[in-house]
């Protein structure tokens, strides 16, 4: 089934990757974008995919993690699941998503994003998750702990 996506990876944030997802393989992505170029991307480095509309599929079950990733997905997994239905904000592969949390499942987080309009959609890889939380802006004091280090 094909399907207008926008995909977020981890390789190169900036690229801004949308079109239509035609098919997934061998741990490989496919998608064509607007100008008809065949993109393949590796499933590993997928942030984020977001869809206009609600996602119709139902997510695995939650269960300990024994993977690449397995130190960092269980715990961001549990804070994800207490955030159901909050309002609250993603930081994945150097982008900030708004929005609330809909489902938690194993290894994924789908999000209502703020700012797309109507009931669009993202699923996020917990593994890829940064922090929850943040700002726009956030309080950073450059001149705080890290001020003892110098260029070389």
Known sequence: MEQDIAILISSFPEAG???TLVAVN???????DSSGNNI???VSDICAVAVEGTFDF????IRKSVGECSCTEDPITNVAKSMIGEMN??????ILLPG???DVGEGIIIMS???MGGDDTAAISSCKIGAFGLT????INLKGKFHQFKKS
């Open 26 to 32: 061998n741990f490989i992505a496919t998608i064509i």
């Open 136 to 139: 726009e802006e956030p309080n």
């Open 113 to 115: 994003i703020e700012g």
């Open 17 to 19: 990757l949308d079109g």
């Open 100 to 102: 609330i949390i809909i």
């Open 89 to 94: 904000s993603i930081a994945v592969c150097n």
């Open 40 to 42: 393949h991307i590796a």
């Open 58 to 61: 139902k997510l695995k079950p």
